[in-house]
C-alpha cells in the first residue's frame, strides 16, 4: 500500500519561511518523479513544484521562481519543498505527489494528472 505522509505545515507569517515534508512508503521511490501542489479554498488545486527520480531536475510554476527548493533523499524516501518569502496568496493545503515507475531520470511533470498517488495534504496558513 503506497502512502505519502506530509509534513511540516503550519502557520507563517508573510516573509517567512517553511520547510515541508513528504515521506513516502509502498513504492520504489528511486524511480518515482516527484511534485508538490497546492489548493486554496475555492481554487483548483495548482501545480508548484516538481523533480525527476534522480533529483538532478526540477520544474517550477513561475510564482515560486527563486523562493521555493524542491529537492529529495531517495535514501530516505522524502521529499522536500523548502519554501521562503511566503506570501498572504500562498496559504493553502499542499500536497505531494508520486508518478512511480517514471521510466526517464530526468522526466518532470507539471500536470495533476499524470500523477498516480497523493498525500493527504499538509496545511500552510501565511498570516499578512
Known amino acids: 500500500q503506497v502512502q505519502l505522509v506530509e509534513s511540516g505545515g503550519g502557520l507563517v507569517q508573510a516573509g517567512g519561511s517553511l520547510r515541508l515534508s513528504c515521506s513516502a512508503s509502498g513504492l520504489i521511490f528511486g524511480s518515482s518523479a516527484m511534485g508538490w501542489f497546492r489548493q486554496a479554498p475555492g481554487k483548483e488545486r495548482e501545480f508548484v513544484a516538481t523533480i525527476s527520480r534522480s533529483g538532478s531536475r526540477t520544474d517550477y510554476a513561475d510564482s515560486v521562481k527563486g523562493r521555493f527548493t524542491i529537492s529529495r533523499d531517495n535514501a530516505k524516501n522524502t521529499v522536500y519543498l523548502q519554501m521562503s518569502s511566503l506570501r498572504s496568496e500562498e496559504t493553502a493545503v499542499y500536497y505531494c505527489?508520486?508518478?512511480?515507475?517514471?521510466?526517464?531520470?530526468?522526466?518532470?511533470?507539471?500536470?495533476?494528472?499524470?500523477?498516480?498517488?497523493w498525500g493527504q495534504g499538509t496545511q500552510v496558513t501565511v498570516s499578512s
Open positions: 505527489a508520486a508518478r512511480p515507475g517514471t521510466l526517464y531520470l530526468l522526466s518532470t511533470y507539471s500536470r495533476p494528472q499524470m500523477y498516480t498517488y
